[in-house]
């Protein structure tokens, strides 16, 4: 040390602050016997403890409970401690009644933990997911299936929505307590909650049909044209009218052909499951109310005008993003070949359908004025291939918009993850991207297409009343996934006897289905009578807009 250089002297530490670096070893270390000697010591030196002390001991303790041999120890001390924090007048918040609302369930008081959670609201605490969680497990596991009930619906009133824990848990109880109509419900909840099912939550489902109680329910008699009007309704995949036939249950592991989307067990066809009606109609809205707050109001009002009496297209195109594919080398440029090598590629594999190319105008003009590619536009326009958008918008919001209103495909390889896609959420948008997002690729100049799934890796329920459930593995990769295939032998036989007099009636009767088939509510195929719905005769397609008018060279 230089000489003349002062002694540096450690500042002495205030109980408080010796207090706080001893409970955040305890803490690092899990070690609640000693937290707990140290509360003591500062409970006795009257150390003036804050609202951070209180939740770090509280914590310990309800992490403590797992622990058998100090399970009464967390017990008996966090309750002691709750009751001295409110005492000395220090509030709790979100995290000290979730510890505590564990503590209650693992003491086996699944009311005493949903009473903390009801009165969160005396303290302006918004609850969340997890402070719910102790007393609904607690419910389930005790078999109190309508408490469970409540809890569920408390979260809905707040506005907490389940995830697949809660509900598989929901389920088991229901299950266990012979409520079949429950136990429809929550598949139908595990359904919308994600995609695969964990094993245990497949375990749950195998033991509901595998049980008594689940051969009873259902009708006999149901309404197969009310059956077929729903799933058609809801994108397909799923119909929500109930449970249909009764008897036993047959239950089997499967796997899934990845071309034929056929169930290797029952040779059901599984299907692609888009957005229903109400949510794509939903999602067309927002995409539109977002593209009216950053655009000139006036171009994508016409736009949507245009596009109203336009409504034929099946596939959407991004012109910039394929135009400009792999062109980051010296004499990289725009890809007009690219972009008509997809045109192309769409236009036979509809079967003489061309789809619509969104383009931005400033990128349009500079194309144009090269006198090789005058003659391409000059064509695409008479055939009503382009849409130019006007200057000073972006046409991601065109191309979007477009493809969610028409509800057809969209060719891009732009993985949408800007900050304007993040506006959308992804409640809806990731489900609708997996149904209609068109990649490609060019390898040594040789156009391939990476069409969407031929089935939907998600629950579903058949018109059959079958059931189909995807079960998450290390891999989450089909074909080698392994599903729960659920069918009814007197069902399905009954079905396969009014599909074989369809199908005789109709003289075979199976539409040609194109390639290029929009995974929509217009082209999911029935597999019961084995018929295709398909869009209507295409109506004559108008020019280009006006405003891409080629002035003369």
């Given at each position: ?128 997911l997890r402070s719910y969680d102790p007393a609904l497990f607690c419910f389930c596991e005790k078999l ?115 071309s034929s989307s056929q169930c290797s067990c029952c040779d059901e066809r599984l299907v692609c499951v ?100 005058r003659k391409l536009f000059e064509e695409w326009m008479g055939k009503g291939i382009l849409y130019a ?165």
């Open positions: 040390m230089p000489m003349g250089t002062p002694k540096k002297i450690k500042k002495k530490q205030t109980p408080e602050a010796q207090f706080h670096s001893s409970l955040t070893l305890c803490s690092k270390h899990k070690d609640l016997p000693a937290a707990i000697s140290l509360y003591e010591s500062a409970v006795s030196q009257n150390t003036r403890l804050n609202h951070h002390h209180f939740n770090t001991l509280l914590y310990l303790c309800s992490n403590s409970v797992a622990d058998p041999s100090i399970k009464q120890l967390s017990l008996e001390n966090g309750f002691r401690m709750f009751d001295h924090m409110l005492s000395i007048g220090i509030l709790p918040n979100e995290a000290t009644i979730t510890a505590m609302a564990r503590l209650a369930a693992a003491k086996g008081d699944g009311d005493y933990a949903f009473g903390l959670v009801k009165g969160m609201e005396k303290y302006k605490i918004f609850p969340r109190e299936a309508e408490k469970a009930y409540e809890v569920e619906e408390h979260m809905g009133m707040v506005g907490v929505s389940l995830e697949e824990p809660e509900i598989a848990a929901l389920l088991k109880v229901s299950a266990e307590t012979g409520n079949g109509e429950r136990v429809y419900g929550y598949l139908h909840k595990l359904r919308n909650a994600g995609r695969c099912v964990s094993e245990s939550t497949a375990k749950n489902i195998e033991d509901w049909f595998c049980g008594g109680a689940a051969c009873e329910v259902g009708e006999v008699n149901w309404d197969s044209v009310r059956v077929k009007e729903s799933v058609l309704r809801n994108g397909g995949g799923w119909h929500g009218q109930g449970w249909i036939g009764k008897g036993v249950w047959d239950v089997r592991r499967a796997n899934v052909d990845l888009d957005l229903d009606c109400a949510e794509t109609e939903r999602f067309a809205q927002s995409v539109a109310a977002l593209a009216m707050e950053r655009e000139v109001k006036s171009n994508f009002s016409e736009f949507q005008d245009w596009l109203d009496k336009h409504a034929e297209y099946e596939a959407i195109v991004d012109g910039a993003n394929i135009g400009l594919y792999q062109q980051n080398f010296a004499d990289g440029g725009f890809s007009l070949t690219q972009l008509d090598a997809v045109v192309k590629e769409l236009y036979n594999r509809s079967g003489g359908k061309w789809p619509l190319v969104v383009m931005h105008n400033r990128r349009f003009r500079g194309l144009v004025e090269n006198p090789s590619h958008t006007p200057s000073g918008s972006n046409d991601d919001w065109y191309w979007l918009y477009a493809a969610v209103k028409l509800k057809c495909l969209l060719v891009t390889n732009d993985e949408m993850r800007d900050h304007i896609f993040e506006l959308l959420g992804s409640s809806f948008f990731l489900k609708w991207k997996e149904r209609h997002q068109v990649r490609y690729t060019f390898a040594k100049g040789n156009l391939k297409l990476q069409m969407p799934p031929t089935y939907s890796s998600v629950i579903q329920e058949s018109e059959n009343g079958s059931w189909h459930v995807p079960v998450a593995d290390e891999s989450c990769q089909e074909p080698a996934r392994t599903w729960l295939c659920i069918t009814r032998q007197s069902v399905s036989k009954a079905c396969g006897e009014v599909s074989q007099k369809l199908a005789s009636s109709q003289n075979g009767g199976i539409c040609d289905n194109h390639e290029l088939r929009s995974c929509t509510s217009d082209s999911v195929a029935s597999h019961n009578d084995k018929t295709t719905i398909v869009t209507g005769k295409r109506k004559e397609r108008s020019p280009s807009p006006s405003h891409l008018n080629i002035s003369p060279a």
